[in-house]
Every structure is written in C-alpha cells, then in structure tokens.
C-alpha cells in the first residue's frame, strides 16, 4: 500500500506542477495585460486549489502509511539532526500544510475581489506564493516517476 500511495502522490505532483504553472501564468496574463476575468480564470484557480488539496489528502495518508516517518516520530532526536530524515517528517509536511492554506485564502480573496484587476491581482500573488512554496518543497532528489 505504502508503494502505490507513494507513487500516486508522485504523479499528481506533475498535476499539480502544470496546473499552478498555468493558473499563475494566467492570472499575471491577465493581470498585465488587463483582461476581463473569465470563467476559465475561475476555473484554473478553482482547480489549481482542488489538485493541491488532493495532493494534501494522498500526502497526509502518506505521511500516516509511511515507514520513514514512523521511524522518524519514533527518534525525533535523530530525525531533527538528519536533514533526509527531517525533510520529510517536519520540513515537506509544514511547508506544504502552509501552501495549501495560502491557496484556499487566496481563492476566496479571488472570490471576493471588487474588480476584475483586482480579480488578477489577488490570483497572480496568493496562487503564486502557493505555487512557489510547492515548486520550492517538491522533492526533486527522489525518482520523476513512479515504479509501480
């Protein structure tokens, strides 16, 4: 179970990858050049936060079902003062906890926004942090794709 939830994980990152490069691309597109905001602007950041949020739940059942980290919370003394070890059971999770909740705030802000620039704005920052935060924090060290 361990291996399959593993690889999930690994390939809805690229899904989440695309879309928030997509979403942040469209908002500052908008943004800049000053574009009426559409449904397909509602839509991409409406999916950019559901991919993150599914990514959030496989990693949280992840984080249950793993081996590593069970090793972890058992000697956090050790886990702390080995960087592979503490990437993983602090660093990841936190950082990710933190995007998926800059996400969810930013789309409501969007929600709310007066204008459709404002609209852009709020999209291009909030989604845009979320994104970074889960670029910055994707393990890339580890295999591109799964071996099921």
């Known amino acids: 179970m361990y291996t399959i939830t593993l690889g999930i994980h690994n390939l809805v990152r690229w899904l989440v990858l695309a879309v928030g490069a997509y979403t942040v691309f469209r908002a500052w597109s908008g943004w800049s050049g000053r574009k009426p905001w559409t ?5 991409a950041v409406r999916l950019f936060v559901n991919a993150l949020s599914l990514q959030f739940v496989i990693g949280i059942v ?9 090793t972890g919370l058992a000697d956090m003394s050790t886990a702390m003062s080995t960087p592979s070890i503490r990437y993983f059971v602090v660093e990841h999770v936190t950082i990710m906890i933190a995007a998926v909740a800059v996400a ?5 802000r969007v929600r709310k926004a007066a204008s459709d620039s404002a609209r852009f704005q709020t999209a291009t920052i909030w989604m845009g942090i979320a994104f970074a935060a889960v670029a910055g924090f994707t393990p890339w060290g580890r295999p591109l794709f799964p071996n099921f």
């Open 39 to 43: 449904d397909g602007d509602t839509g």
């Open 104 to 108: 969810h705030i930013g789309a409501a």
């Open 62 to 70: 992840l984080y249950a079902i793993s081996p590593l980290i069970r």
